[in-house]
């Protein structure tokens, strides 16, 4: 297989896997990248199994570093939020695009994945995401197939992936993309009646300002409370704004700018008609791939 049909076919696969496992854009691309000029160093003729061989490694590198950058994680200031992998709808022909629109890769859906171990998780997407079977597995993260199985079933359940709306097909784009626009009209109005008309009455907000921008310290609970935040969002910008529509995590989302310059990703969970969980992410260090 030629280099570059090798980087075509195999990179929308691997880059899914490590930002699964990561939940950060650039650290999945990095990845990435070093196993292809891993490979291309090790030369192609021994590999029997292109996917398995390159998938074990892209997920051995987000093992030690996930291992090597857990104590970070436990001093993150304020709420974590995986780094928003903003793409645009409108290009079809980029086929990382068309791969990763079909793929779970919700905001919501990346953080029920951070409650597994870092092996738990590796077991759980190489079954369930990449369909290997357990000895293919095994072979990947060095247990048994027993284990991993065992692991596999332990992982499911504790995420309750079958009753979890994230975990099947996305809901009708177009619906959640009008709801979306909905609730930005009123954000950008600061109509506190009818943002919250756009929420559930449960709904929860999630800030992610990594210490380097003011946000909430913890998550806000209740449509009530949200729309009455949200109401003066924009109010404390005496300055331009603009936002555009995008597509954040595969469904719709988006990106707020002051002055041109990027200040927020918002991304959401939406069933049955209302936003039941909104995601706020300002770290500027998790905005930087933004385009």
């Not at 909430?216 to 300055?239: C, E």
Request: charged share 20%; with cysteine; net charge neutral.
């Amino acid at each position: 297989m030629e280099t570059e049909q090798l980087y075509s076919e195999y990179k929308p696969l691997l880059f899914s896997l490590a930002y699964r496992m990561l939940g950060s854009v650039m650290d999945a691309e990095d990845i990435v990248q070093e196993t292809f000029l891993t490979v291309y160093k090790s030369g192609l003729d021994h590999i029997q199994n292109m996917k398995a061989y390159m998938c074990k490694i892209v997920t051995n590198r987000c093992l030690e570093l996930l291992r090597s950058t857990s104590k970070q994680r436990g001093v993150y200031i304020g709420t974590w939020l995986p780094e928003p992998l903003v793409t645009d709808a409108s290009d079809e022909t980029d086929p990382m695009q068309s791969y990763l629109q079909k793929e779970a890769i919700s905001t919501a859906y990346l953080l029920l994945l951070q409650q597994l171990s870092y092996v738990e998780r590796a077991v759980f997407l190489l079954r369930e995401a990449m369909q290997y079977d357990y000895e293919e597995i095994a072979d990947i993260v060095g247990k048994s197939s027993a284990n991993c199985r065992q692991i596999f079933h332990r992982a499911r359940r504790s995420l309750s992936v079958k009753h979890d709306p994230d975990h099947l097909e996305h809901s009708d784009r177009e619906q959640t993309a009008s709801l979306v626009e909905q609730f930005m009209s009123a954000l950008t109005s600061g109509d506190a009646a009818q943002i919250m008309k756009c929420l559930s009455t449960d709904a929860v907000l999630f800030t992610d300002g990594g210490g380097k921008v003011k946000v909430l310290p913890q998550p806000l609970h209740g449509h009530l409370r949200i729309s009455s935040i949200m109401a003066v969002y924009f109010k404390k910008f005496p300055w331009s704004f603009t936002y555009r529509n995008t597509l954040v995590n595969g469904l719709p989302g988006i990106v707020v700018y002051i002055d041109e310059k990027k200040l927020t990703v918002i991304s959401f969970k939406v069933l049955v008609g209302k936003i039941v969980n909104l995601y706020i992410v300002a770290n500027p260090d998790k905005l930087t791939h933004v385009h």
